[in-house]
């Protein structure tokens, strides 16, 4: 016997769907921007918010841990040392543990490199691709067919860059030595930011252009990118069983909570600077290398399997 849809349960449904559109990270779409080799002049765009812990903020610092899980390319967002989230990290509790055995080499050295890392994103204009194409928005709908984009061609192309700690230490002292608000759209300042080397030898330099100038493309209707809203925040039993899975697999059969896949005991975590200082380890600066290509590649992923 088949029974007719029950059409209450089907708006509930309906609503809870626009809801989660308009507050998850699953449906936003975002376009992540890296910095070419040679000199890149972007425009760094104003606050996305003027409410909560964000407001007045152009930035957003977040904490990721890289190399956690083999099938993972992307980072995995660190819910103790992002500043606006502050739960449990099991990858933190572990690093700590990690770190206890000071006569294990292997275990320092994983302490390490899954250690979490802080970047900055911004929401920017690259004043050499500034404008959406239809490839964009091409590109846009094959990555989520069941998706409406948000931007059409034609839009100000607004990307988001994680920058690393060197280009957004540059940008917060031009702005504040100069005591300039470079991200007023009538009247802000472009930068230029050149990229040289490559790996773990990248280096960056920002230069400001003194003449300020409206940013071309800039409506009152331009959006930008809800920064809070970009990464994914996974619940502790997720993070632990990526742990488990990864590089980190058969140092946890040691450990004294006993086997992988068993919840760590709640810990102290232990800052980096802890870290017995020949366990240093290579700058980070290269770190961001392909860090939007990661990041944009694991959000896509996601996107794919919420669709």
């Known amino acids: 016997m088949t029974t007719g849809i029950d059409f209450s ?3 509930g449904a309906r609503k809870a769907l626009e809801d989660r559109r308009s507050s ?23 606050p996305w918010t003027s409410e909560g812990p964000h407001a007045g ?39 700590t ?10 275990a320092q050295e994983l302490a390490k490199e899954i250690r979490a890392k802080t970047s900055w ?16 928005v091409a590109e846009a709908k094959q990555a989520r067919p069941d998706e409406e984009v948000g931007f059409a061609a034609g839009d100000l192309k607004v990307q988001v860059y994680a920058a690393g700690p060197t280009v957004f230490n540059n940008i917060v002292t031009i702005i504040s030595e100069n005591n300039l608000d470079i991200t007023l759209p009538e009247k802000g300042h472009n930068l230029t930011i050149t990229k040289s080397g490559k790996g773990l030898n990248t ?32 619940e502790y039993s997720k993070i632990l069983e990526l742990l488990s899975e990864g590089k980190a697999r ?40 392909d860090m939007a290509s990661a ?13």
């Open 295 to 307: 990041l944009e590649a694991e959000m896509l992923a996601e996107a794919r399997k919420a669709g």
């Open 9 to 11: 349960k089907l708006a």
């Open 203 to 234: 280096e960056y330099n920002v230069t400001i252009m003194i003449t300020p100038t409206a940013l071309e493309g800039w409506t009152p209707a331009t959006k930008v990118n809800d920064l809070s809203q970009v990464g994914y925040v996974q």
């Open 250 to 289: 058969d140092f946890m059969k040691g450990l004294p909570s006993g086997k992988a896949g068993k919840a760590l005991a709640p810990a102290a975590v232990l800052e980096d600077d802890e870290l017995p200082e020949s366990w240093s380890g290579p700058s980070d600066e290269g770190a961001e290398e």
């Open 57 to 95: 903020a152009f930035w957003r610092e977040v904490a990721q841990h890289w190399n956690v899980s083999e099938d993972m390319k992307g980072p995995v967002l660190c819910p103790n040392k992002t500043p606006d989230i502050k739960d449990a990290c099991p990858i933190c509790e572990f690093i």
């Open 97 to 106: 543990e990690l770190k206890s055995d000071k006569k294990n080499v292997a």
């Open 121 to 136: 994103f911004l929401n920017l204009v690259d004043l050499s691709d500034s404008i959406y194409t239809a490839a964009d």
């Open 24 to 46: 998850n990270s699953d449906f936003q779409t975002v376009m992540f921007w890296k910095p070419k080799l040679g000199q890149n002049k972007v425009r760094i765009l104003p």
